[in-house]
T-cell receptor, first 107, second 114 residues
Framework: TQLLEQSPQFLSIQEGENLTVYCNSS?????LQWYRQEPGEGPVLLVT?????EVKKLKRLTFQFGDARKDSSLHITAAQPGDTGLYLC???????FGTGTSLTVIP | ETGVTQSPTHLIKTRGQQVTLRCSSQ?????VSWYQQALGQGPQFIFQ???????GRGNFPPRFSGLQFPNYSSELNVNALELDDSALYLC?????????????FGSGTRLTVV
């Protein structure tokens, strides 16, 4: 089992603030994916990062894959209430999801 | 294209009973994975089926069993239900076992064991 630890577990911020969510493991991943899950729904894929050091941007979301491919981060700029949800990382093809970060953006 | 459909959406069962949850995979997807999710936590992997064969299993007891049919739809069966089995059960389909395009999840079945 390749354990994926996410931090923080819970995050409550005001609209307009910036935030960063971390996903860490002691194991190396070939690729890593980030999902967002809204209440009452299943997770939805946001991005797949495949190269160590890679940075991908999706509007106000910036994803980074660590150089050693053991960790990743998700940075949200100017958070909006629509960003509220559970953010999950997952190693590609590894079956297992991270522990999750529950984000609440307060209007 | 149709997404992943799970049924039923909600279910209440009594401890000791058996339950079957169903999942219709997205068109063209040959892999189905099942997860158990507690509120606010990451999904816990139960098992995965690829082309009707079990391709991996998480740390769940044998009373959790599954099946994948020739049309790639799937069932999750849980015998001798326990109170701790109360959770959201998610089904995810994918194009193959290592989906760069990600898993497509259903909205889940909320199981309550009383």
């Amino acid at each position: 089992t390749q354990l994926l630890e996410q931090s923080p577990q819970f995050l409550s911020i005001q609209e307009g603030e910036n935030l960063t969510v971390y996903c860490n493991s002691s194991s190396v991943f070939s690729s890593l994916q980030w999902y967002r899950q809204e209440p009452g729904e299943g997770p939805v894929l946001l991005v797949t990062v495949v190269t160590g050091g890679e940075v991908k941007k999706l509007k106000r979301l910036t994803f980074q894959f660590g150089d050693a491919r053991k960790d990743s981060s998700l940075h949200i700029t100017a958070a909006q209430p629509g960003d509220t949800g559970l953010y999950l990382c997952a190693g590609l093809g590894q079956f297992y999801f991270g522990t999750g970060t529950s984000l609440t953006v307060i209007p | 294209e149709t997404g992943v459909t799970q049924s039923p959406t909600h279910l209440i069962k009594t401890r000791g009973q058996q339950v079957t949850l169903r999942c219709s995979s997205q068109s063209g997807h040959n892999t189905v994975s099942w997860y158990q999710q507690a509120l606010g936590q990451g999904p816990q992997f139960i098992f995965q089926y690829y082309r009707e064969e079990e391709n991996g299993r998480g740390n769940f007891p044998p009373r959790f069993s599954g099946l994948q049919f020739p049309n790639y739809s799937s069932e999750l069966n849980v015998n001798a239900l326990e109170l701790d089995d109360s959770a959201l059960y998610l089904c995810a389909s994918s194009l193959d076992r290592t989906p760069y395009g990600g898993y497509t999840f259903g909205s889940g079945t909320r199981l309550t064991v009383v």
